[in-house]
């Protein structure tokens, strides 16, 4: 799409957003940061370090404490949280304005069309999704700890482009499992089918999911919360069926007994969770589309109640 290094733009610099913007700036492209406070001092200092499984690299990127300071952008990924998308979207709106494609990696089935809402041009958003475990580990260091690193991207409209394939194309330069879908918006509901359902079986226990999914009735949980999840998707008419679900089920079936979902370990940090945006939207959704959703009604209900302690 263009024969030069891609200018790319990162919205987040938590473990997302600093893993790929590393692993994209190694690859030769010019990355630029929204940053603040310790993280926008580390990177203009020491740059930007990446530890994986496999080596550690540090790479030099560009960081500004506004979006005005970043310049124009081909690319932006928006790898905050969920919660904290009011707080950039003035940023992305800009940058879409000056003509950059927004690619958001935010949990839930919502995020671009909250970005629409918020004056960003439909047009100027393609739907993402992203598997990785990072985390940032101190200002300006980023760590991702899972063995995999998977990017899919797609148009919200469906079908594959030019410049879904490009960006892409981007992301498995740089090292990751990069795929375009023809159907985003299913896949975006088959991601949420495990992690509100996660959010709800371990958050509801406060336990990783081994004793969760191997207790009494603990499979059966999972099996009626992912259920529900689909049964909202169907009803609002996403194309996934019996075995989206079945292959959700068999997925939570494998995972070692000891991991403990992101919601989880929010919610065991006494910080905000995106609560909202996994059991809360299902029940949302459903209750929209008159569909109903008793586990993740009963997880939005409990663990709504716990408020975040003061910072």
Known sequence: MIDRPARIGVLGAGGVGG?????????????????????????????????????????????????????PA???????????LPEILPAARLLAERGAILLPFLNGVEAADRL???????????????????????PGVVERRSLFQRVTVG????????????????FRGAGAEATVSEDILADLWRKLAFIASMAA????????????RDGPYG??????????????????????GEADAEKTLQFIDSLEPGIKPSFLLDLEAGGPNELGDLCGAVSRLGREAGVSTPVHDTATAALGAIRPRAE
């Open 116 to 138: 629409v809402a918020g004056g960003v041009p439909k047009e100027r958003v393609l739907g993402g999704l992203t598997q990785i475990s990072a985390a940032r580990v101190a």
């Open 219 to 240: 499979r059966l949980l999972f099996t009626r919360a992912v259920g529900e999840v689909f049964a909202v998707a169907r009803a609002r008419g996403v194309a996934v």
């Open 19 to 71: 893993h790929y913007g590393g692993t994209l700036a190694r690859a030769g492209n010019a990355v630029s940061f929204l940053a603040r406070g310790a993280t926008l001092e580390a990177l203009r200092r020491q740059g930007l370090t990446v530890r994986t499984p496999e080596e550690t690299f540090t790479v030099r990127v560009a960081a500004a404490p506004n979006a005005e300071d970043l310049g």
């Open 201 to 212: 079986g371990c958050g509801l226990a406060r336990s990783p999911v081994g004793p969760v």
């Open 74 to 84: 081909d690319l932006v990924l928006i790898t905050v949280k969920s919660y904290s």
């Open 155 to 170: 148009e919200l409209d469906g079908g594959t482009t030019e410049r879904a394939r490009w960006v892409a194309g981007l």
